[in-house]
């Protein structure tokens, strides 16, 4: 037995390792551009202008025409990229990258130079929501359900011994400002939304809700490569990217982008995501 | 006379206004036309660029989504336009994502600017799609324009079967309407024709107050103006063709060349021309060549006093056709007719006249001949009155006064009545002096005679001062004054002496000043004073101006007055001496 689960284990290496030589020999022959997918956390207007000068500037210094591309919603780009595997590089949410390196084993070059990411839950001020547990029966506004800030919400809940399928009713809406817009207004009672995009929520907005309680942080939004993406390409494009705060054109985009900059992404960084990537039921 | 039915109005009117029809309509059809082609293609354009525009800013977000599927539905729940021919959307790879329609084959044709530059029947547009200034695709459209062929073609249709419609109802409007106003037209040249024949008994109807009843209205108050007018024209005519003919005066009419254009009967009387022998001929013809400074009117003997010698009597000398000659009174007149001047002349024969004048005259110098004479005759008996009164009955009263006077010395102191009676004779012999020498002194002043001119006339104005103390009377001469003769001599104290009587009977002045004057070959008298004056237009009807004049003309001189009422009198005398 233990002699077949050798053989299994070094069959399932070599079938990798052919798998990945091979899909390395095919990135060497191709000569198109490359597809870097974005997931659709905003519009994809928005998307195309917040994140567009940074695959301009990859382009640029890659020497190598890369091509934006985004999904229609979350599940289309999950399918993209774990089945289709369309995308050379991805920027994606940090539990949807683990389900993608572990499923089409796409690595993690860098991630956004932050602490972590986390969801809160805010309610208006006159609101008598003050706890988790006020939620209960109550109306919850998140986003999509493959949401990083809607799985980490569930989790959360969960944790607060809260099942958000019976306790309480979620609202899915369009994007984290539609639930926080949805609970600032009364249509619902609280939203949970990523922490960094209630920061730049208008001052207004804030001022008139509060935050009730917060999620676990999760390491930040990392940016990702094809297995078949040849070694010396993924290291240029991790330098490029590391890089970026050290010279002029560089800072002045990452100020576009309202990010510090990025660091190179460390091994099993994102593999505390299991738990939640597996909530999603994608297999 | 039948009119050519190109000249007949009716015909010109009714064709006119179909040619006119015609034209307007046509040029209002085509330009409908082109006002319908260009709205089929504004509206076709503007469709077309209005759906590109749509699709070009709808279809980035599902190109970088990569969406085509939605994108297709999209485009066909939008892309319901029946002249769409074809909808690509290509990738940035300008690779063909979503396909609608009939695809032309590749290459692309190449975009047209506007429906009339379409040359293969289909609007070829495209534009690029982008989300911000990112490239997201293209898009490809084509729009068929057959539907929009169609619809100019049917417009086309409409237009010109209706501007056919419009221009036959005119022109049968048009013969209506002309034949029913040429009707009137008609009658009233027919009419007009009928006046122009000396008709004047014709009336057109005027009942229907139009342009047209009006102008019959007016044309029959014109008719009956004009047969008026002629028939007042026919009568001045009769009767100054009557006062020609029968006039004893010659009379002619003439241009301004001087051509006689008409004579009248008298002219043949006057100068033996016939009538037709003037017409055509120059009217100085019947004046006679006047020898070169001898005759004033010489000057005008040629056509300038036909011509300029308008609206006055001047006298000329006539020539008859024999060659005689005789006086004339010419008068002219001018008058232009349509800018032409015409001249007409009266010529009236003054032989009469000038022998009347004539002889009026030579009894004029008679007459003055003989009152001249009767002044020298009178002077002369004055004169010698003057010398028997003085010589005769003088001495005789010298001699009784010298007689008186020895008597009543011898009888002084003897007898008192014959020394009353002797100084009663002294007396009255030396007032009968004093009488006898003024009348000497009034018939002929005898220092005029001893003394000269001037000394007589100092004598007078000093009696004269003597009797009328109260006027300022001053006498003032220049140059020599002697040897003027006997003539002006008397002529001078006799009309000084008359003004001062004149000025004492009349005027009333208080200053009268007399100032005689030799001078440059005349002697002037002038007597002035600031009395009441008088009216010299309507002269007194005493004898002592006339008399006076008439002393002064028979020395060849003159005689002025000069007075109006209020401001005296000037009497002024002029008489030639010779140095």
Known sequence: ?283 | MPLSPFRSLRVRLIAGVVIIEIVMVSLLVWNNLGVIRQAHADRLWNTAAGMLELVAATSGRYLVEVDYATLEEYLRNIAHQEELSYLVISDRDERPVVTLGQVPDAPWPATDGHPFEVSDGVLDMAQQIRIGNQPMGQVHMGFSLAQMNRSIDSARLRSIAIAVTGIVLTILATVFIGVHLTRRLGRLAAAAQRVGAGDYDVAVPAEIRDEVGTTAAAFNRMVAEVSQRTRHLEESLARERVIEETSIDGMITYAASGQILSANPAMHQLFGYRQDELLGKPASLLLAPVSDGKDAVAAYADNALWTHTIDTRIEVTGQRRDGSCFPLELSIGRVDISGEPLFAATLHDITERKLAEHECHSLLEGNRFLIHKSLAVQEEERRHLARELHDELGQCMTAIQADAELIHELSRDRDEKITTSASAIVSVSSRMYDVVHSMMQRLRPGVLDDLGLLAALEEEVDAWQARFPQVDCRLVSEGELMGLGERINITLYRIVQESLTNIAKHAGATRVSLQLVRQEGSLILRVEDNGRGMDTEHPGRGLGLIGMRERVEALGGSLSVQSAPGEGVVLRVSIPVTE
């Open chain 1, 1 to 283: 037995m233990r002699a077949l689960t050798g053989f299994l284990a070094g069959l399932f290496a070599a079938v990798i390792s052919i798998q990945a030589l091979a899909q390395t020999s095919a990135d060497a022959g191709k000569a198109g551009p490359l597809v870097f997918g974005f997931l659709p956390i905003v519009s994809s207007e928005r998307l195309v202008h917040r994140f567009s000068p940074l695959a301009d500037y990859l382009s640029a210094k890659l020497d190598r025409k890369i091509r934006m591309e985004t999904a229609p919603d979350f599940a289309s780009f999950v399918r993209r990229t774990d089945d289709e595997q369309r995308y050379d590089i991805l920027f994606t949410a940090p539990h949807l990258y683990y389900l993608a390196h572990r499923k089409s084993h796409y690595r993690a070059l860098v991630r956004v130079d932050r602490p972590g990411m986390k969801a809160v839950f805010v309610t208006p001020v006159a609101s008598p929501v003050h706890s988790l547990q006020d939620l209960r029966g109550r109306r919850l506004a998140t986003t999509d359900p493959l949401a990083l800030a809607t799985v980490l919400a569930r989790a959360r809940l969960e944790q607060a011994g809260i099942d958000p399928d019976r306790d309480l009713t979620l609202v899915a809406t369009p994007s984290h400002n539609a639930s926080l817009l949805s609970c600032y207004r009364g249509t619902t009672d609280a939203a949970a939304l990523i922490r960094p995009l209630y920061r730049r929520a208008r001052a207004e907005i804030r001022d008139q809700t509060r935050v009730v309680a917060e999620t676990a942080s999760v390491p930040h939004m990392p940016i990702a490569v094809a297995p078949w993406i040849d070694a010396h390409t993924a290291a240029r494009l991790r330098d490029i990217l590391v890089n970026m705060s050290a010279e002029t054109q560089g800072r002045a985009l990452l100020r576009h982008l309202d990010w510090p900059g990025f660091v190179a992404a460390q091994p099993g960084e994102y593999d505390g995501l299991g738990t939640v990537a597996d909530q999603l039921g994608i297999d």
